[in-house]
């Protein structure tokens, strides 16, 4: 049987780091992108080759949008010269920042950045890789849970994160013809080194949530790799056009 292959962005660390170890834990080849560090990301595919899969990094600034036709040209030579294929099955846009900063505070420099990086290049950097998604593959974007529940310093982060469940469910009503499905998934707080690690280093903050998710804690990283192997998996298929929150039930 064939290895299906993911494309996952930000794959260097945090969730994008983790997604590649689950989803290679469970079969999946891993093309992987990170912006600056290198290094890490070689680890991470060292470390899934150590346990019988393939992996290729890629760099990809997914802010520049006028990169996006040179990486689509290296993810077909990666796919030609690494996996022997033509296409890839699986596409994870989690690539992303975040910026804290009151509504009332936030720059034009900082929403255009947070656009650029969660929105626009999400956006057109799907558009540029569907001649070589394969028809009946997937399409997962990450949102936040921060789209349903409102905290103060989010706005323009969270703005870009809703526009992105309403492109899913465009990209899903759109792609369905050649058997693409296309779903969001929206983490909760999770103690890792985003934002500068506050939910992670934080005690009190990271207590305050745990107080405030039905399930007692605060998210790790596993919680979300597996969510994310889950919705790609064969059991995952008929689940399309679906916002699906994996937060342990933060503020319901």
């Known amino acids: 049987m064939t290895?299906?292959?993911?494309?996952?962005?930000?794959?260097?660390?945090?969730?994008?780091?983790?997604?590649?170890?689950?989803?290679?834990?469970?079969g999946v080849d891993i093309i992987g992108t990170y912006r600056s560090q290198a290094d890490e990301a070689h680890v991470v595919a060292a470390e899934i080759e150590q346990h019988g899969g393939r992996a290729?990094?890629?760099?990809?600034?997914?802010?520049?949008?006028?990169?996006?036709?040179?990486?689509?040209?290296?993810?077909?030579?990666?796919?030609?010269?690494?996996?022997?294929?033509?296409?890839?099955?699986?596409?994870?846009?989690?690539a992303g920042i975040g910026i804290h900063a009151a509504f009332a505070d936030t720059t034009e420099d900082q929403f255009d950045q947070l656009m650029n990086i969660q929105l626009k290049g999400p956006f057109f950097l799907t558009q540029k890789l569907l001649p070589v998604i394969a028809d009946g593959g997937r399409i997962l974007n990450v949102s936040s849970g921060l789209t349903r529940f409102s905290l103060p310093g989010y706005a323009a982060y969270a703005a870009m994160k809703g526009a992105m469940e309403v492109l899913t469910r465009y990209q899903a009503k759109e792609l369905g013809a050649r058997?693409?499905?296309?779903?969001?998934?929206?983490?909760?707080?999770?103690?890792?080194?985003?934002?500068?690690?506050?939910?992670?280093?934080?005690?009190?903050?990271?207590?305050?949530?745990?107080?405030n998710t039905a399930l007692g804690r605060v998210g790790l990283p596993d919680d979300i790799g597996g969510a994310i192997t889950?919705?790609?998996?064969?059991?995952?298929?008929?689940?399309?056009?679906?916002?699906?929150?994996?937060?342990?039930?933060m503020f319901l």
Do not use: C, Y
């Open 56 to 94: 290729v990094m890629l760099p990809l600034d997914v802010a520049n949008s006028a990169s996006f036709d040179a990486f689509v040209e290296q993810v077909r030579a990666a796919l030609r010269d690494s996996f022997g294929r033509e296409h890839f099955d699986f596409l994870v846009n989690n």
């Open 179 to 211: 058997g693409i499905g296309v779903n969001i998934l929206a983490p909760g707080a999770i103690e890792t080194d985003f934002g500068g690690g506050l939910v992670r280093d934080n005690a009190e903050v990271n207590q305050q949530i745990a107080s």
């Open 3 to 26: 290895r299906k292959i993911a494309l996952i962005t930000g794959a260097s660390r945090g969730l994008g780091r983790n997604a590649a170890l689950h989803l290679a834990a469970a």
């Open 230 to 249: 889950t919705l790609l998996s064969e059991g995952g298929r008929w689940i399309n056009g679906q916002r699906v929150e994996a937060s342990g039930g």
